[in-house]
T-cell receptor, first 111, second 111 residues
């Protein structure tokens, strides 16, 4: 089946700094790469996604980059704010109905 | 627009008792439905998914079962709860294999 590794498991930054979370995968058939944000006690919510025919996508302070050759994709958050503090999950989807999630990164933004 | 509901929101049950968690989706038809468990606030473990009424696929063998008696209803059950069943249970739906819209979740504590 598909496998995805997510790093780091915890990331602590100062407000205003950038944060980068990386996921690597093994299945070359993977073609959709979403990122979810889960605030404490809440449901995961999609914040940005990218498909295999695109190398980069940006939405205000967040961006996702995809390197299909190296089989990794990353979430970039610039000018971090305390409200960015949450657990972030990457996921991959290939040809099955079963999305595979990373183990999550706990991002802490210190004011 | 589509809405996903889960109930109850919180549940405290003794070891050995039965369990029934319900998930319903409004505003769409024939959705793919998923049950996830999240322990200790991290990691989404896919338990079951369904692509149609009466069609259930299990990802992790355990004392839980799922049923889909109606198109937009997904039920997670157990005959006898274990301590290890405690966690945050999330239902999700999608129209395509790469969509995951999560419900508000049920926090289950087994004592």
């Amino acid at each position: 089946g598909e496998n995805v590794e997510q790093h780091p498991s915890t990331l602590s930054v100062q407000e205003g700094d950038s944060a980068v979370i990386k996921c690597t995968y093994s299945d070359s058939a993977s073609n959709y790469f979403p990122w979810y944000k889960q605030e404490l006690g809440k449901r995961p919510q999609l914040i940005i996604d990218i498909r295999s025919n695109v190398g980069e996508k940006k939405d205000q302070r967040i961006a996702v980059t995809l390197n299909k050759t190296a089989k990794h994709f990353s979430l970039h958050i610039t000018e971090t704010q305390p409200e960015d503090s949450a657990v972030y999950f990457c996921a991959i989807t290939g040809g099955s109905y079963i999305p595979t999630f990373g183990r999550g990164t706990s991002l802490i933004v210190h004011p | 627009s589509q809405t996903i509901h889960q109930w109850p929101a919180t549940l405290v049950q003794p070891v050995g008792s039965p369990l029934s968690l319900e998930c319903t989706v409004e505003g769409t038809s024939n959705p793919n439905l998923y049950w996830y468990r999240q322990a200790a606030g991290r990691g989404l473990q896919l338990l079951f998914y369904s692509v149609g009424i009466g069609q259930i696929s299990s990802e992790v063998p355990q004392n839980l079962s799922a049923s889909r008696p109606q198109d937009r209803q997904f039920i997670l059950s157990s005959k006898k709860l274990l301590l290890s069943d405690s966690g945050f249970y999330l239902c999700a739906w999608g129209r395509r294999v790469d969509e995951q819209f999560f419900g508000p979740g049920t926090r289950l504590t087994v004592l």
